[in-house]
C-alpha cells in the first residue's frame, strides 16, 4: 500500500475530528446566517478591494448611516423646520425607486451602478431594491405624522441603535440567545443603551439649549407637563430601540420598522402620562 493511501485510511483522531464537525458546523451557521454571500454575477469591486472592511463590517455603509443622526441634530439647532425635510425624502424616494427599476431591468446599468455605489450596497442588493428606500419610508412617516421631537428621536433611533444592533450583533451575537431572524439579544442590549443615550441627551440638553427653535406643540415631551421623568422616559426609549430593533414583522426591513414602531409606541406613551 502506498504511503498516500495509508494516510488517507488512518483514522482520524477524536481532535481531528472535533476541529472538523467545528468547521462546518461555523460553516454553515456562516452559510444561513451571512445576508452578502454573493448571489449574483456582478462583482463589487470595492468589496473585492477591501474586504471585510466593506463585505463584514459595513464600515461605510455604517459611517453613512450614522452620520444622518448627527447631521439631523446639527440642522435642528440651526432652526431648520422639520416638516421641510418631508418633500426632499419623498423626492429622494421616487428618484431611486425609479433607478432601481431601471437597474433591475437593465444589466449594464446595473453593474455600472454596483461599481459606482458599491462600496454602500450589501451584496444581496444588487439584484433587490436598495435598502436605503426602506430608510427614506420610515422617516417620511416619522416626519409627516408626529411631532419635532418624535420624528427626530426616531431617525436617531434609527441611525445610532440600528448602528449599535448591527455592529455588536455581528461581533458577539454568537455568545447570546437569538431572539429573532438575524437578531442577537448582543445586538438588542446595544440598541438599548444607544437608545437611553441618545433620549436622554436629546431631551436633557439638545431640547433645554436650544429652547428658541422650538415653537409652540413641537416638543410633545417635557418635565413640566408629563409625569415621568426624563429617566423614565430614556429607559423607555431604549426599550422601545430595543424591541423595534429585535421585533421581526413579515420580514420588513428594520430601517421601516424602527422609526415606525419608535413614532408609535412614544407617542403612545407620551400622551397616556401628560399632565
Not at 409606541?265 to 397616556?272: E, K, M, P, Q, S
Request: charged letters at 15%.
Amino acid at each position: 500500500m502506498s504511503k498516500d493511501s495509508s494516510a488517507s485510511n488512518r483514522p482520524v483522531n477524536n481532535g481531528e475530528s472535533e476541529l472538523r464537525q467545528r468547521s462546518k458546523k461555523s460553516e454553515k451557521v456562516s452559510t444561513e446566517e451571512d445576508v452578502h454571500l454573493p448571489v449574483t454575477e456582478i462583482h463589487i469591486k470595492s468589496h473585492e478591494w477591501f474586504g471585510d472592511f466593506i463585505t463584514k463590517h459595513e464600515v461605510p455603509r455604517k459611517v453613512f448611516h450614522s452620520s444622518i443622526g448627527f447631521i439631523t441634530l446639527y440642522l435642528y439647532t440651526q432652526d431648520v423646520y422639520y416638516k421641510n425635510v418631508i418633500l426632499p425624502l419623498v423626492i429622494a424616494f421616487i428618484n431611486i425607486f425609479i433607478i432601481d427599476i431601471i437597474r433591475l431591468n437593465w444589466r449594464f446599468f446595473n453593474t455600472l451602478y454596483c461599481h459606482v455605489v458599491g462600496v454602500l450596497m450589501r451584496k444581496n442588493e444588487v439584484n433587490t431594491y436598495n435598502g436605503v428606500l426602506w430608510y427614506i419610508l420610515g422617516l417620511i412617516f416619522s416626519f409627516t405624522f408626529f411631532s419635532k421631537d418624535i420624528a427626530i428621536i426616531s431617525l436617531l433611533l434609527l441611525s445610532w441603535s440600528d448602528t449599535a444592533a448591527s455592529t455588536f450583533g455581528r461581533k458577539y451575537g454568537h455568545l447570546t440567545p437569538k431572539i429573532a431572524r438575524n437578531k442577537s439579544l448582543a445586538g438588542s442590549l446595544a440598541a438599548f443603551v444607544i437608545g437611553i443615550i441618545a433620549c436622554s441627551g436629546f431631551y436633557g440638553f439638545f431640547v433645554p439649549h436650544f429652547a428658541h427653535v422650538n415653537k409652540s406643540g413641537e416638543i410633545l415631551w417635557t418635565p413640566e407637563t408629563s409625569r415621568l421623568s426624563l429617566t423614565q422616559l430614556s429607559l423607555l426609549g431604549g426599550l422601545v430601540a430595543s424591541l423595534s430593533e429585535g421585533i421581526d414583522i413579515f420580514n420588513w426591513d428594520d430601517n421601516f420598522t424602527i422609526p415606525v414602531l419608535s413614532s408609535i409606541f412614544l407617542y403612545t406613551v407620551i400622551r397616556i402620562f401628560q399632565i
